[in-house]
């Protein structure tokens, strides 16, 4: 054991998604990884569940338990239920409690867009657990680090990161952003329209978790790709009784395209205000795409035949900004310093 | 000195039946909830099966009583000598050890119903009382495992009313309670019969008909011979009013028990109607358990499955599923949760 005072900090990296929450603890890497979700006992306000546990509840609960995302389109909209999440998570997993997380240095990370509120709220929340030293990033960031890509040199990479609640569009050049725009349409806004799809189409309500099943197992935008059919069940509407509805993956990527296309608009938007240097290196190096969206079936493709430059998916699209968190802890952040070296 | 023990007693205070568990020892009474008294002195003379042998045969100084109508406590007092008789009859004198009271309830009873069965404790001296959903008992008795992220449906057709529910979680999502369960069935035959054959019979011998004549759809009962079923009831002519016996066919008790359904019929599908899609989606997969006596209908699984087109499972101990589920449930001393979910 180091008993150098230096060595007791304690370096944590903080992904608060939307759909996913990661933590990153410096020496141990990332020790956890699950969804964003937690479960309260209504009657004594105590937490029964967090993460895995809480997503399987989600829509199936009786009314002694509530059921609560503290995240909405990537910003936190319920600061109660999101310190109850983390305290929870970080005491579960390695007994860290608010002693040893004030001689903590913490980085969270935010989308692109956030308003300064939205920001705030976040430091409170690192206050609020009594994290002492807390500086805030932007996810874009931390996932390039994540994907391996040395972002400390002078040339031009363009993340394109599709998460639960929002969808992030940044150039990064010499160790920091040099333009980042948001939206809020991404995992969470597709889910939804599949349930809308089947809805309208089909005249059957399915949950929120079928609804994402659905999602992950058809979602393809290769037009091309051979139609696959699965069978999910809902309440039929008319009669009110339970029923199988089939889905096939032609109808899923007609809702997802238009988002999808959205992305596209966001991606052209953000090339068009990129000085031209910087679109010669993303011409060259092509754009990197990150986050749960980034699992579609045929997402470079579709991208790749609009945009005309070529798209790489990152090997680690769920974890890549956890893991970039490990070198933002070592430099602060700072563009000087090429943490990928030290 | 006796040792002083800590028992919980489990019971199902049924239209019908009165089944009391005793922790450790088992189902020690399950007996039709009818008392016969003394008119003149007002104390018990018998009960269960001896006072249901009784009904309809007394002469003026002793009177039958079914202290329980349709789920509620019509006359508390009563009831309350009922308990107190049997479980001072199987407890031989230990009811002061007696430190726990689990009571299964019909679904949708009123307040003043509940706080007039909680009083029941109180007043046996029982400090912790705790009423639960026959409907949870019921599931638990029969094998299902409620406590974890899953929905499953339980149907309990018991003697005075039909419970529906949705359980998730170790707890009710919703349910819906009818009253119209097997006492109102042999109130239809009697009627029938009185209106058909001009004929009028009594509660035991509408039972006993329906009993063995009970179906509700396929191929109606047949004997040993292939020859349909009949009954011969026994009874006196409403006109000359001198003894009588009528042939009662299937098809007659079919066409009453289609009739009575229908209201059970809407309401299953109101049920199923409220509940969320994503627990109707479970319902689909895990179907409908169907338990308490009139579980036993013939064909009872297939007129459900025709309605809520998903598969119907029978219990596989209709009448005791209630009690056995009491077991399990008084170690839950009223939580809706089992700890940690792993």
Redesign the interface.
Known sequence: METGKESEKLGLGIDLGTANLLVFLEKKGIIFNEPSVIAFDRESGKVIAAGRDAYKMVGKVHSKISIIKPLKDGGISDLHAAKALLTYVLKKVEDLTEKSLGRSTTVICCPSEVTKIEQDVMIDLAREMNMSDVFIEEEIKAGALGAGVDIFQSKGVMIVDIGGGTTDVGVISFGDIVLSRSIRMAGTYMTNEITKLIKKTRNVEIGELTAERCKIELANLNPNAETVIEKFAGRDMVKGVPKWVDISSEEVRKVLEPVFEEVVKLIAAVLKDTSPELSADIFRNGILVTGGGALTTGIEGFIKERIQVPVTVISNPLTCVAEGLKYLLKNRGDYRVNSMQM | MSKKKNLSVGVDLGTSNLLIYVEGQGTLFNEPSVIAIDKESQKIISVGYEAAALAGKTHDKVEVIHPLHGGVITDTQRVKQFLLFVLDKILLSRIGSVTRLLICIPSEITETEKSAILELGSDLGIKNTVLNEEIKAAAVGSGVDIFV???HMVIDIGGGTADFGI???G????SKSLKVAGNFFDKQIIDHVKAVHKLEIGLQTAEAAKIKLASLTGPLPVDDGGATLTYTAMGRDVISGLPKQAVIEAQEIRTILLYCFESIKSVL??T??A???????????NGILLSGGCSQIRGISEYFEA????PVTLSAVPMTAVVDGCKKLIKLNGK??LG???
């Open positions: 992220p899953n929905g359980l998730s979680l707890a009710v999502v919703l599908l109101a199923l109607e509940t969320p899609p994503e627990l109707a989606g479970d319902i689909v997969d309605i809520a087109q998903v809706h949760f940690e979910l792993k």
